[in-house]
């Protein structure tokens, strides 16, 4: 007897959890509810990915405060101390005292101070790189805090989507075995034959075997599951599915695809880096101009060699100065540099537009994706509700000698396979909504 059911029922819990890694996992041995808020929470704040992304965020931030430290003025402080060799002291022909005396020990200190007054505004500009740099560091912490939201949320589903089948296929065996009760005392009676014993008994044993594959496919998922949000593989999650399927409110696809042009993070963050391409482009073209600094120093030292004649006592002298260096080489070479910004400039614009392009697209599709599962979830009750009357039919027919006992498996088959298509159905248009939310930005 064919029983189609089994396989068409683990090939779609299969295909729910392709995340779920192979291998053996223990039985839960607690519970816990969970409501889809919780575990999104419990999801973003142990996640390892985000961890990672709030690393490189800290890194730009640490790169954005070395641009502003350029504004501050340089110091620096330097003493030392040598023990000169004895040489003999000079004196003037006819002199009793020596012009020059001879000091073995000679201490020298150094206090500068050097500020940068004019860069060609090159400086001013780094900072505000820095800043737009910054800034698109955030929208990247946002947008992996946007994928690992969604991978969390579309997990809870898929559980709930296990869930759901292995408590459809718990109470369809339920109902077969009870049949086979029943067919036992009617072969009793001479009111069966063996022949249809044997069906009802086949077509329990593969749901019992269809039973057994479903309830290691959800420990499964929920052991990856429990690794996602950072609990412990025994805990068994009960989803909460009280807040799952509240009415969705969605707007035309234009709306969406405005919204997604504007308020993806990932948007945002490709039109600052065509910004910082830009400002990058502006610090090669001001190379053309000098460099002014302003400086003052301070030299204690013992002996002060400006000290004539030289003593050993500390004397401090200084001294205060302007700067300007012009590169003038820059002048040919300089054009090259400018040229390689304006490359990356470009680069950074026909990216932004290919990005552009990409999210309408991605935000075209998940909006059809949504409305086609609104669409299934329709078509799916009704199938749902003429499985049932079908499996109704058939077993009226059945107990009255109308109908053969295969055609009350394949009934009961076809109405398992209904109930587990519209839970899947159900689960996959709100999966479909929170995309449509990610990929207009609105998540």
């Not at 959890?17 to 999801?43: C, H, P, W, Y």
């Not at 690393?55 to 003025?73: E, M, V």
Request: aromatic share 8%; with cysteine; charged share 20%.
């Amino acid at each position: 007897m064919k029983i189609p059911f089994r396989e068409r029922i683990l090939n779609i819990c299969l295909m729910l959890l392709a995340f779920i890694s192979a291998g053996d996992s223990a039985r839960a041995q607690t519970s816990q509810n969970i409501s889809l808020d919780e575990a999104v929470k419990m999801g973003l704040d142990y996640s390892h990915q985000l961890a990672a992304s709030k690393g490189r965020y800290d890194y730009s931030k640490a790169k954005h405060d070395q641009t502003y430290d350029l504004a501050y003025p340089v110091t620096n402080l330097s003493a030392s101390y040598y023990r000169l060799s004895d040489v003999p002291e000079f004196y003037l022909p006819g002199t009793e005292n020596a012009l020059f005396p001879v000091y073995l020990n000679s201490y020298q200190g150094h206090i500068s101070l050097n500020e940068l007054v004019f860069a060609g505004f090159r400086v001013q500009t780094a900072k505000e790189a820095a800043d737009k740099n910054l800034q698109s560091a955030q929208f990247d912490l946002k947008t992996d805090n946007d994928n690992v939201k969604l991978n969390i949320i579309t997990a809870y589903y898929n559980l709930y989507k296990v869930q759901k089948a292995v408590g459809i296929i718990d109470q369809n065996k339920a109902l077969i075995d009870a049949r086979v009760a029943d067919i036992l005392n009617l072969e009793k009676n001479g009111l069966a034959t063996h022949n249809d014993v044997l069906r009802l008994q086949l077509q329990q044993s593969n749901i019992e075997l269809t039973k057994i594959d479903a309830e290691n496919i959800l420990r499964n998922a929920n052991y990856d599951f429990n690794l996602l949000i950072g609990l412990p593989g025994t805990v068994e999650v009960v989803v909460d599915s009280s807040t799952m399927f509240s009415p969705k409110t969605v707007t035309n696809q234009d709306d969406y695809i405005s919204s997604a042009l504007q308020a993806r993070p990932e948007i945002q963050s490709a039109a600052l880096h065509s910004q910082v391409a830009e400002d990058n482009l502006k610090i090669a073209q001001r190379a053309y101009y000098p460099t002014i600094g302003v400086g003052g120093n301070l030299y204690p030292a013992s002996p002060n060699q400006r000290y004539i004649p030289p003593t050993d006592v500390f004397h401090t002298t200084w001294d205060l100065g302007i700067t300007l260096n012009w590169n003038i080489t820059n002048l040919y070479t300089n054009k090259h540099v400018i040229a390689e910004n304006q490359a990356l400039l470009d680069q950074s614009k026909a990216q932004q537009l290919q990005l552009n392009d990409n999210v309408k697209s991605e935000v075209y599709q998940d909006y059809l994706a949504y409305k086609e599962s609104l669409d299934k979830i329709d078509v799916l009750t009704k199938a749902v509700d003429q499985a049932q009357e079908n499996l109704r039919v058939t077993e009226s027919r059945y107990n009255n000698s109308l109908a053969l006992v295969s055609d009350l498996t394949d009934a009961q088959s076809a109405q398992i396979q209904a109930q587990i298509n519209l839970v899947i159905a159900d689960a996959d248009a709100q999966i479909a909504y929170y995309r449509l939310q990610k990929s207009s930005g609105n998540f």
